[in-house]
């Protein structure tokens, strides 16, 4: 079993819908758990991040996380075109260096 | 501007050829990162180094080999034991400690290889 596991779609919506993108994890020990953007033939860039559990928002991007089911989500309200792109979320435990893991990423098109 | 430059940006091999993939950083950061990228799978974590002159293997080091003799630059080279080159590479960097909790990592554009 994947420490991380992530749908990879695709995922197809229709502008202006409400996207959840997720991920489910293994390792009880993770405590900060990040989202990265990546575009076609582009290098990840870090969307959102949260340290354990709760919710965090950034205009229209909500970052959900609910350790006591491992399973973190983040939300795109009024999705747009320009949201296409593959979705990664990542995570890792603190003390010293520990790596972060990555979800396979989903990949989210949304049509006009 | 600061940044992470990856070049080039498509490389093709032929079997049993070693290349070099080259990565650059002007953040002033310690810590540099090599993953590699295919269709369906998460980034894999090929070499990592945290300081000059020192670097760890990831998961899957077998086949790749690195050097870190300047902040800036962290070259990767796919050698001819590397049985399934053919990937998407990123490099990326970050200040030690704050790439995995709050500053994440800042990635390259990445090096398409494909093996002919």
């Known amino acids: 079993q994947k420490e991380v596991e992530q749908d990879p779609g695709p995922l197809s919506v229709p502008e202006g819908a409400i996207v959840s993108l997720n991920c489910t994890y293994s390792?009880?020990?993770?405590?900060?758990f990040m989202w990265y953007r990546q575009y076609s033939r582009k290098g990840p860039e870090l969307l959102m991040y949260t340290y354990s559990s709760g919710n965090k928002e950034d205009g229209r991007f909500t970052a959900q996380v609910d350790k006591s089911s491992k399973y973190i989500s983040l939300f795109i309200r009024d999705s747009q075109p320009s949201d296409s792109a593959t979705y990664l979320c990542a995570m890792s435990a603190p003390g010293g260096y520990n790596k972060l893991i990555f979800g396979a990423g989903t990949r989210l098109a949304v049509h006009p | 501007d600061g940044g992470i430059t990856q070049s080039p940006k498509y490389l093709f091999r032929k079997e049993g050829q070693n290349v070099t993939l080259s990565c650059e950083q002007n953040l002033n950061h310690d810590a540099m990162y090599w993953y590699r990228q295919d269709p369906g799978q998460g980034l894999r974590l090929i070499y990592y180094?945290?300081?000059?002159?020192?670097?760890q293997k990831g998961d899957i080091a077998e086949g790749y080999s690195v050097s870190r003799e300047k902040k800036e630059s962290f070259p990767l080279t796919v050698t001819s034991a590397q049985k399934n080159p053919t990937a998407f590479y990123l490099c990326?960097?970050?200040?030690?400690?704050?790439?995995?909790?709050?500053?994440?990592?800042?990635f390259g554009s990445g090096t398409r290889l494909t093996v002919v």
């Open positions: 990326a960097s970050s200040i030690p400690g704050q790439g995995e909790t709050l500053d994440g990592y800042t």
């Open positions: 180094s945290q300081i000059v002159n020192d670097f």
């Open positions: 390792n009880s020990a993770f405590q900060y």
